[in-house]
């Protein structure tokens, strides 16, 4: 995405034009996003669920489950269970949130953690992500091989693999679409499977007999940490659905349900296969036999089907999925050879990275077992699921307006994830978790010496905002970066005397809350005949009380010859700190023509927000329950960017302020063509989802001359008004008149973005 700033038009209303103006063409630099016809999406069962639900059952339940039940137990087995997903469901839930609140591009958990903690952590992540789906290849060939010998036990196991190999890396890199064509028919061979072994139960009895099962086994091979890390890979996958957003048609919507469904299936699958392998042999036969569901299924060779069909898709669905991570970080340039390994055939395949991923699954089969795999996997893998959890956690933590999922998940959930995940990376092998993390930080700290440029908004100026002032010299480095994501509301008030502040206290604690800021500068002006320095005497008081509000609030006055030239001394010397405001705060009501237009000149010289609040001398600000948001007539075109020309902080303040009142927005439009209301319709749908506003927000939309239409709006408590590049004082009054309401008057700064 452009990071470039928007030129606004001058003669536009909450779009950038002046209320009582016709629309003029405002794009400037902004990037637009065109609203193309496409293809229906993918639905949540064939874009996240089947995917998703294909990768976690399959190759353990049928290898590995009996095995661990005859060394832990069934209560050991269940214990076991209950701790994948406890992890697995913590991370799919954190997962699920995050993907709701950004736009996912290409490497799935890489492009998460990148856009909300910069290129340098996701590198540094995605490269064990990378490491750890490749190595899924080998576990899955691994498991293919034994499928194949008890058909085969005359069969090189080497020759089975290789083969195998062969194949499925020939079939991945003639095309990346063979796998998830039949993942339908192999969803139905792997429900064959399962109710052949459900109707095994009912055939012991004549020849075997059901067998008492044994609570808490001797583990006599392994222990129970070792049979937690050989079984773990089997609870893995939940990423499926993220890495699907680009083809779902309601990724919001379809990721959560799809994935969580997902979770929720193969968990009871496993608990109830835990109890099916406890009764249909004892754990000695368990322990010998790897493959004993295929003697007691119903059907033993519809289960070897069953075994063989999903072991050979994963296979080629992760000789798929791996080398688009390394593309991804690649093309970031993360990796050694990121020109070679970023490259894409003309049909947008990742060959070289495909061939870099061959490479790595041919030695991974080297390592001997599966057991040996799955061991290393899940190592790499509980690396991945603290991060998903830490990233959820410290964007709850931070309350930015930004992070606005549409899937909503308590705050313990991220916080037991991470503490889950890090325990058992610990207790499986603190000494590969040691080396893991120094791995970890030495390529961060990699990273950050090559000073990659992150193409996207991130929330870490936000982190190191919410920080301590240890933090501050490390803001000031980012202060560069576009920090869209990080946006919080840090106002510039200046102000003649107290008793504005007073007038304003209650509205501007309502935009500062919780995580904003103000600085608040009285302005003595010299040239007044009577001083204003008792006026401004008692400033300090005021800002105290905000600070006891929990606020963060700092006040100082300064002489300047005039107010203006008091404002531009305030702007100009704030601009260079480390926590600079970025919206320029008056109350119109008490400024004349030349101080409203001298407003809006400092700021788009500062490059700050305007806010203009004109109070009506007797509604003030009524119930403080409803806000209008007026968005003006985008015909011809109606399109949505990234940066909306002077629609971007109209809606950050009016979401900021329903956080304080608790209110009810609607988004109003008045046409002057009555064809282009349809059009402005579908718009305020875009923009209600895009932007993630509240489910119960209203559309308004309405045909005419903007006057004449502006007092037949629904009535409501504030309204929310752009302002041109050349304001209209005139017509703003007259607006506060009309509507009987009192208004804000916005304007963008251009560093905003209400879809981030």
């Excluded at 490491?131 to 091989?145: D, E, H, K």
């Excluded at 796998?179 to 052949?196: C, D, E, N, P």
């Amino acid at each position: 995405m452009s990071s470039s700033e928007p030129a606004p038009s001058s003669t536009q209303d909450a779009a950038g034009n002046r209320p009582h103006a016709p629309t003029e063409s405002s794009e400037g630099n902004a990037p637009k996003v065109p609203e193309p016809d496409r293809p229906p999406g993918l639905g949540t069962f064939a874009g996240v669920y089947r995917p998703t639900v294909l990768t976690i059952l399959g190759l353990m339940i049928y290898v590995r489950e009996g095995w661990v039940v005859g060394q832990a137990g069934l209560l050991g087995t269940l214990l076991i269970i209950v701790g994948m997903f406890i992890i697995t469901g913590t991370s799919a839930l954190s997962l699920s949130s995050i993907t709701t609140n950004i736009h996912i591009g290409a490497g799935g958990v890489f492009s998460v953690i990148s856009k909300s903690l910069g290129l340098e952590t996701g590198g540094s992540i995605g490269i064990p992500l990378y490491l750890g789906q490749a190595l899924s290849g080998a576990l899955y060939i691994y498991g293919f091989t034994e499928g194949w010998l008890y058909l085969f036990p005359e069969h090189s196991p080497w020759l089975v693999a290789y083969s195998l190999f062969v194949v499925t890396f020939g079939i991945a890199a003639a095309s990346s679409n063979i796998a998830f064509k039949v993942q339908g028919v192999v969803l139905i061979i792997i429900l064959v499977s399962m109710g052949s072994i459900v109707l095994g139960v009912t055939q012991l009895g004549s020849g075997e007999p059901l067998h008492t099962p044994q609570l808490w086994g001797s583990f006599e091979d392994v222990s129970f940490w070792v049979l937690f890390a050989i079984f773990f890979p089997g609870a893995t996958g939940i990423k499926v659905g993220a890495s699907m957003s680009g083809a779902l048609e309601s990724p919001r919507k379809s990721i959560p349900r799809g994935t969580l469904a997902a979770v929720g299936t193969a968990f009871l699958v496993y608990v109830g296969m835990a109890v099916w392998y406890s009764v249909v042999a004892d754990p000695e036969t368990l322990r010998a036999e790897r493959l004993i569901v295929i003697e007691r299924a119903a059907v033993g060779e519809l289960v070897l089907a069953g075994l063989l069909a999903s072991t050979f898709t994963a296979t080629i669905s992760t000789m798929v999925a791996a080398p688009r991570v390394l593309q991804a970080l690649a093309e970031q340039k993360i990796t050694p050879k990121h020109t070679w390994l970023g490259a894409l055939t003309e049909s947008g395949e990742p060959r070289n990275a495909t061939i870099a991923t061959g490479v790595l699954v041919a030695g991974a089969l080297l390592l001997g077992s599966l057991d040996n795999v799955a061991i290393l996997i899940t190592m790499f893998f509980l690396v991945i699921y603290v991060m998903i959890n830490a990233v959820v956690a410290i964007e709850q933590s931070l309350g930015l307006l930004s992070f606005r999922p549409t899937f909503q998940i308590p705050r313990a959930v991220p916080i037991v994830g991470v503490a889950a995940s890090t325990l058992a990376l610990f207790v499986v092998n603190a000494v590969f978790a040691l080396v893991a993390l120094l791995i970890i930080v030495a390529l961060y700290a990699y990273l950050v010496r090559r000073q990659l440029t992150t193409p996207w908004q991130t929330v870490r100026s936000g982190i190191f905002v919410s920080l301590a002032n240890w933090a501050s010299k490390h803001v000031a480095r980012t202060l560069d970066e576009p920090n869209e994501r990080a946006w919080k509301p840090d106002l510039l008030v200046p102000v003649t005397s107290r008793t504005e502040l007073d007038g304003a206290f209650r509205f501007l604690r309502t935009l500062a809350e919780p995580k904003g800021s103000l600085r608040i500068i009285g302005v003595q002006c010299t040239e007044q005949t009577t001083p204003s320095s008792n006026g401004l005497a008692r400033l300090e008081e005021v800002t105290r009380t905000f600070r006891n509000e929990e606020l963060l609030a700092t006040s100082s006055v300064i002489k300047a010859p005039t107010f203006l030239e008091g404002v531009e001394m305030s702007a100009s010397v704030l601009r260079g700190t480390a926590f600079r405001p970025n919206i320029l705060f008056g109350l119109a009501h008490r400024y004349d023509a030349d101080a409203i237009q001298g407003f809006v000149d400092v700021a788009d010289t500062h490059g700050l927000g305007t806010a203009l609040l004109y109070e009506h001398p007797e509604a003030a600000l009524s119930q403080e329950r409803r806000v209008n948001v007026w968005v003006t007539d985008q015909s011809p075109e109606w399109s949505l960017g990234m940066r909306m020309p002077n629609l971007d902080l109209p809606l950050l303040l009016a979401l900021q302020i329903r956080h304080d009142w608790n209110c009810t927005l609607r988004l109003v439009t008045i046409c002057s063509e009555s064809s282009e209301m349809p059009n402005a319709r579908r718009f305020h749908e875009r923009l209600i989802e895009d932007a993630r506003l509240p489910a119960d927000t209203e559309s308004f939309v309405m045909q005419g001359d903007f006057f004449d239409k502006v007092e037949k709006a629904p009535e409501v408590d504030l309204n929310i008004f752009g302002i041109a590049r050349e304001a209209d004082p005139e017509a703003m009054q007259r607006l506060v008149e009309i509507t009987g309401t009192s208004c804000l008057f916005v304007r963008d700064s251009g560093r905003e973005s209400a879809l981030a």
